[in-house]
């Protein structure tokens, strides 16, 4: 027994429970998909001959990859500018802009998609106010395109891109580029010097999380897109539905998965700026080969120096007149970025207060029938408690496994830690199609397809990585001191975590636990392929978009909405709390 005990004394020991889950839900499952992709135990590659011998199973495949880069180039486009200038604001002014990109970061995606189809259709805003406006004799076709699923998937992605470049550059020294720009350089070098390749970690990271997440988009592309703008996941999907041949499904989803496997690869690479370092031995070998040109290169550069030392003088103590039209146009990029983010919501959340029987913006009058609609629908409030359930039960279930998860990785070597901490982020980091297959298989060996249990372990997938991923952030600025106190005081381990580790890290325990909520009360994908009969909120929703179009689906779209502002409500009475506590708790001071 003394091995044994040692064992369960291992912070290790802690982190089974969460990879218990993680891998009968979906490591194993994951393992049996790979191998009957293969035909196992024959060992064939038919199904992914199969699938490249059909022409237009590679057309949309091309497709799937063409719309991911030119969605995460454009989200990278229009992130970076404004993630540089919310870090450039004052602090009560980017704590604002944070949180006004978090509204719709933590807003249900469906509820978003929702509130462009209402916007973009053939009798939605824009074209009812053209037609009103007389500017235009027919509706304009601004959905059910390529450019209609840019605009969705832009809208959906932009905050995952802005918020990881926020919290990078917030890291980065200002006086770096006071310093560049006091040796002589101009903006725009400095900036592409001294600043870009500080931020590179950033884009990598948001770059990486938005073109995964794109080749996994499901719901968007299909409301908003036509039949040529389908997506392999879409194909997965009607697969699913329709002939479930699980080879030829394996064979599809490990081409999805080859793919993010191949970008993250890349990503993964340093690319933070050394291999610009490899090149100056090449650079020097070639100034040698030519000496004529590095001396006639000096020589010029010898000539200007004075003229550069002078201009750089006058240049030093002139007012700025081009700095107040640049902060002009960055106020104004960021106030259109903004109301690109907001503006789809705000809509909905107007919309759904009309009286008439279709919807209109603005409203000729102000009602509540649609919101009566919704509450008095056995068939929507049925779909809303179960959804609150499951996000209860997921959020219970992923916050106890996530933090011990979280606990234990934090007091294990480092190279393990980051060995386990890449399997923990898994089901996050692969398109949500193939998680879905591969715990759909799982759910088949338990037999628990078609149950709320099932449901849950589900949702559990990717809530327990967010669990993780938030509270191992609050114990990574977790003095460790304090526990080794608390145990100097005789205190047995589990009491110097209830009474000193855990109020100090509550408040990532709490947000934790409102991600992993937040992820299963907005899951689409992953329910409609194991949920069977059972109909969550957000699957209600999309029958209904897809059949009828209920304007009911306004008032719920609108709740939806308003759901992050309370979640931003309650993770800051939370951390205020917590904070007001660790004051009082301070010693004071005795003369």
């Not at 789809?344 to 009602?367: C, E, R």
């Not at 449901?455 to 526990?483: K, M, Q, Y």
């Amino acid at each position: 027994m003394g091995p044994l005990h040692k064992l369960g004394r291992l912070p290790i020991v802690l982190t089974v429970p969460a990879f218990a889950v993680l891998l009968v839900v979906f490591g194993m499952p994951i393992i049996q998909l790979f191998l009957t992709s293969l035909n196992a135990p024959a060992f064939s590659v038919v199904n992914y001959q199969s699938f490249f011998c059909e022409q237009s199973n590679v057309r949309v495949l091309f497709q799937t990859i063409e719309v991911s880069v030119v969605a995460t180039a454009i989200c990278l486009i229009i992130g970076y500018p404004t993630a540089y200038l919310i870090v450039a604001a004052s602090k009560r002014l980017r704590i604002a802009l944070i949180v006004l990109v978090l509204i719709p970061y933590l807003t249900s995606g469906l509820a978003r998609t929702y509130a462009w189809v209402v916007i973009l259709g053939d009798r939605g805003l824009i074209n009812n106010v053209l037609l009103d406006l007389g500017l235009i004799p027919s509706p304009l076709e601004l959905i059910y395109n390529r450019m209609a699923v840019y605009i969705g998937m832009v809208h959906i992605m932009l905050p995952m891109m802005i918020l990881p470049l926020v919290s990078v550059m917030q890291g980065i020294d200002k006086s770096l580029m006071a310093a560049a720009r006091s040796m002589g350089a101009r903006p725009f070098a400095a900036f592409g010097r001294v600043y870009f390749p500080l931020t590179l970690p950033g884009v990598r990271s948001g770059v990486l999380l938005v073109f995964v997440v794109c080749l996994g988009f499901y719901i968007t592309p299909q409301a908003l897109g036509g039949l040529r703008d389908a997506m392999l996941s879409t194909f997965i999907a009607a697969q699913v539905a329709t002939a479930f041949n699980l080879g030829a499904i394996a064979a599809s989803a490990f081409i999805l998965l080859g793919i993010a496997a191949v970008v993250l690869s890349i990503l993964g690479l340093d690319i933070s700026g050394k291999q610009g370092l490899a090149l100056q031995p090449a650079r020097k070998s070639g100034s040698i080969r030519l000496p004529s040109v590095g001396t006639l290169t000096r020589y010029l550069n010898e000539l200007a120096a004075p003229y550069r030392s002078k201009r750089w003088t006058a240049k030093l103590y002139q007012a700025g007149d081009d700095s107040r039209w640049w902060n002009i146009v960055g106020i104004v990029f960021v106030v259109l970025t903004m109301f690109y983010l907001l503006f789809p919501s705000l809509v909905i959340i107007i919309m759904s207060f009309g009286a008439g029987t279709v919807l209109k913006f603005p409203p000729s009058s102000l009602s509540l029938q649609w919101y009566r609609s919704f509450f008095n629908n056995p068939w929507w409030t049925g779909a809303l408690w179960t959804s609150i359930q499951l996000g209860v039960a997921v959020a219970i279930l992923s916050t106890i496994v996530g933090t011990l998860a979280a606990y234990g990785l934090s007091r294990t070597f480092p190279r393990l830690r980051s060995l386990l901490t890449m399997l923990v982020l898994t089901p996050i980091t692969l398109p949500v199609i193939v998680v879905g297959i591969a715990t759909y298989l799982g759910l088949v060996n338990l037999g628990l397809i078609g149950s709320k249990i099932g449901l849950a372990l589900a949702h559990s997938i990717g809530s327990i990585t967010f669990v993780v991923v938030i509270v191992a952030a609050t114990l990574a600025n977790f003095d460790l001191r304090l526990e080794q106190a608390a145990k100097s005081m005789r205190a047995g381990p589990l009491q110097t975590f209830m009474r000193v580790t855990l109020p100090l890290i509550r408040p990532g325990i709490i947000g934790g636990a409102i991600f992993a909520f937040i992820h299963s009360f907005d899951e689409v994908v992953i329910s409609s392929l194991v949920g069977g009969s059972i109909r969550t909120l957000p699957l209600k929703m999309w029958d209904n978009m897809r059949n009828e179009m209920d304007p009911t689906i306004a008032a719920v779209a609108s709740l939806l909405s308003l759901l992050p502002v309370l979640w931003l409500i309650a993770l800051y009475l939370t951390s205020l709390r917590s904070k007001q506590g660790a004051q009082h708790a301070l010693p004071v001071p005795t003369t």
